[in-house]
């Protein structure tokens, strides 16, 4: 895909004025940069994240070449869906995002069901995250003491890593930034070290031709063009939530190029690491079955054990651990910046208390308590069944992606009346939309099929049952909730012209 431009367009002077015209007076502290506002996207993507905790699922579904090829494939056509987001968050950069860009460009209907997509979709996110970090912690203590977590065990972790994302997002925009910068390092380096170690230490590599051709059916399915597509939800799963930059957009400085930015080069950057990374990974698997059912429950800790020994698995652990804490944190921002939007336009039972600022940070505590506590609910049914919880942390995925592509296909349905803002695809714009749009329609059909054969109870995808619940749930507050729902509508204002840059 050519590179973007940001050109010229027109569009007010400075970041308030611009917030004014769009309908909504700036409350939030604009503390956060460009580089700031790319970490986040960054930190809740998170290579360490996703492609750790997925990769027991690449292994069955398809196998090295599914999980190699998948990944720079993925990548290619996810570029384009962020390509088409940024495009319309640079006209519309609110911290609603999606929900804000569905109500000017297709009304609110589209607006209210996408932004409840959105939100149980992002705290689907930090329970998707916040456990798989829990997950990686007790694989930790398992290596250092010999500690079994069970259910309880493992819900305990989650809630303490919660608690600890609550109290660093109620502190301010400042420190998110900071620790958003950070983890873009963590993340970078911690790749390096991987990598490095693995290309090092062990005494035997599997070949090119083995990473790249060697093919792994464990589904019970027998069409390898079925179980190759179940194998791209490694990387599907892991592109998600790069609308964190969207959602930062009213505490990040010249907001309309910045989010936008921040959104395309994350997923860039993403793209390249997470290659390297599993490269790295999949040339030093050893014992394939040994590694797939590891006692630690983690495939990458037996491959570090394997290749590192207990002290070096242990400490690339830490480090993976890390990363996992600065992707949870980076998500429940996002998530308590969309609680405060939608409130603020009316959209939740009792918007009035989770669209309090502090008064001291200009933070949303209401929003990050409420992210956090529906992230532990949503968690409660590990306690019983894995089934059960995979279920309802699949809406992070059902609802993201679709919700991802609406506000684009809304603005290829408005044509020449779409604004543009001043980092815009040109009249490349149109192509790659729909590009992304048709993407995300495959890809949403692929998420909800069955990835396990035979089909039973335990085996069965809810993904498709999360989603509907979803849109169900949505459908029956609107009776109530369109009452007091309103989003502004966007003042029809002199603006003054913006100068664009080359990205």
């Given at each position: 895909?050519?590179p973007a431009h940001a050109?010229p367009?027109a569009l007010?002077?400075?970041?308030e004025?611009?917030?004014?015209l769009?309908?909504?007076e700036?409350?939030l502290?604009?503390?956060?940069g460009?580089f700031?506002?790319?970490?986040s996207?960054?930190s809740?993507i998170?290579?360490l994240s996703?492609c750790m905790?997925?990769?027991a699922?690449g292994m ?6 599914v999980?190699?090829?998948?990944w720079?494939?993925v990548?290619a056509m996810?570029?384009?869906?962020g ?5 319309v ?6 911290s609603?995002a999606l929900?804000?860009m569905?109500h000017?460009?297709?009304g609110?209907?589209?607006?209210f069901?996408v932004?409840?997509?959105n939100l149980?979709?992002l705290?689907?996110g930090?329970c998707?995250i916040?456990y798989g970090?829990?997950?990686f ?6 290596m250092?003491?010999?500690y079994a ?5 493992l ?8 608690l600890l994302?609550?109290a660093l997002n ?6 998110l930034s900071?620790?958003n ?11 390096v070290l991987?990598v490095?170690?693995l ?13 790249t051709?060697?093919?792994?059916n464990?589904?019970g399915w027998?069409n390898?063009?079925?179980v190759s597509?179940?194998?791209l939800?490694?990387a599907q799963y892991?592109f998600?939530g790069y609308?964190?930059?969207a959602?930062?957009?009213e ?12 959104i395309?080069?994350?997923i860039?950057?993403s ?5 390297v990374?599993?490269?790295?990974l999949l040339?030093?698997i050893g014992?394939?079955d040994?590694?797939l059912?590891?006692?630690?429950g983690?495939?990458?800790?037996q491959?570090?054990?394997?290749a ?9 652990l830490?480090v993976?651990?890390?990363?996992q804490l ?5 998500e429940?921002?996002a998530?308590?910046?969309m ?13 009035g208390?989770w669209?309090?600022?502090s008064?001291r940070?200009?933070t949303?505590?209401?929003?990050v308590w409420?992210s956090?506590?529906?992230a532990?609910v949503?968690?409660?049914?590990s306690l019983y069944s894995t089934?059960a919880?995979g279920?309802v942390t ?5 609802g993201m992606?679709p919700?991802y592509a ?7 349905r408005?044509?020449g ?7 815009n695809?040109g009249?490349r ?6 590009i ?5 329609a495959l ?11 035979p ?5 069965f995808?809810?993904?498709?049952v999360?989603l ?7 459908a029956?507050?609107?009776?109530w909730?369109?009452r007091?729902?309103?989003?502004p ?6 603006l003054?012209?913006?100068?664009g840059e080359?990205v």
């Amino acid at each position: 895909m050519p590179p973007a431009h940001a050109a010229p367009s027109a569009l007010p002077s400075g970041d308030e004025e611009h917030l004014r015209l769009l309908g909504y007076e700036s409350k939030l502290h604009r503390r956060m940069g460009g580089f700031g506002n790319f970490a986040s996207s960054f930190s809740v993507i998170s290579i360490l994240s996703g492609c750790m905790t997925m990769f027991a699922f690449g292994m069955n579904a398809g196998g090295p070449a599914v999980m190699f090829w998948g990944w720079i494939g993925v990548g290619a056509m996810v570029l384009f869906v962020g390509a088409a987001l940024a495009e319309v968050t640079s006209a519309y950069p609110t911290s609603g995002a999606l929900f804000y860009m569905d109500h000017q460009l297709g009304g609110p209907r589209w607006s209210f069901a996408v932004g409840w997509l959105n939100l149980l979709g992002l705290i689907g996110g930090i329970c998707g995250i916040d456990y798989g970090a829990a997950s990686f912690v007790g694989a930790f203590l398992n290596m250092q003491f010999g500690y079994a977590p069970t259910p309880l065990g493992l819900l305990g972790i989650f809630a303490v890593i919660l608690l600890l994302h609550a109290a660093l997002n109620v502190r301010g925009v400042r420190l998110l930034s900071v620790l958003n910068s950070i983890s873009v390092w963590w993340h970078l380096g911690g790749v390096v070290l991987i990598v490095a170690a693995l290309a090092f230490a062990p005494v035997h590599h599997q070949d090119a031709s083995w990473v790249t051709t060697h093919f792994v059916n464990n589904t019970g399915w027998s069409n390898p063009l079925y179980v190759s597509a179940l194998g791209l939800l490694l990387a599907q799963y892991t592109f998600s939530g790069y609308d964190a930059s969207a959602h930062m957009s009213e505490e990040t400085t010249r907001a309309s190029v910045a989010a936008p930015r921040g959104i395309v080069r994350s997923i860039l950057v993403s793209w390249i690491a997470g290659a390297v990374l599993l490269a790295g990974l999949l040339f030093s698997i050893g014992d394939y079955d040994a590694v797939l059912n590891s006692s630690t429950g983690v495939p990458p800790a037996q491959i570090f054990l394997d290749a590192l020994g207990l002290t070096g698995a242990k400490a690339l652990l830490l480090v993976v651990i890390g990363a996992q804490l600065f992707c949870g944190n980076a998500e429940t921002a996002a998530s308590a910046r969309m609680v405060y939007a939608f409130s603020r336009d009316g959209a939740l039972p009792a918007s009035g208390l989770w669209s309090r600022l502090s008064e001291r940070t200009g933070t949303p505590v209401a929003g990050v308590w409420l992210s956090v506590v529906a992230a532990f609910v949503l968690a409660l049914p590990s306690l019983y069944s894995t089934v059960a919880y995979g279920a309802v942390t699949a809406v992070n995925v059902v609802g993201m992606t679709p919700a991802y592509a609406v506000p684009v296909y809304l603005r290829l349905r408005r044509g020449g009346r779409f604004r543009p803002g001043p980092w815009n695809l040109g009249r490349r714009g149109p192509l790659v939309g729909w590009i992304a749009v048709v993407w995300v329609a495959l890809v949403s059909v692929v998420v909800c099929l069955p990835q396990s054969y035979p089909v039973t109870v335990d085996t069965f995808n809810y993904a498709p049952v999360a989603l509907l619940a979803v849109l169900l749930l949505a459908a029956v507050w609107w009776r109530w909730g369109r009452r007091t729902y309103a989003p502004p509508v966007q003042q029809s204002a002199e603006l003054v012209e913006l100068a664009g840059e080359v990205v």
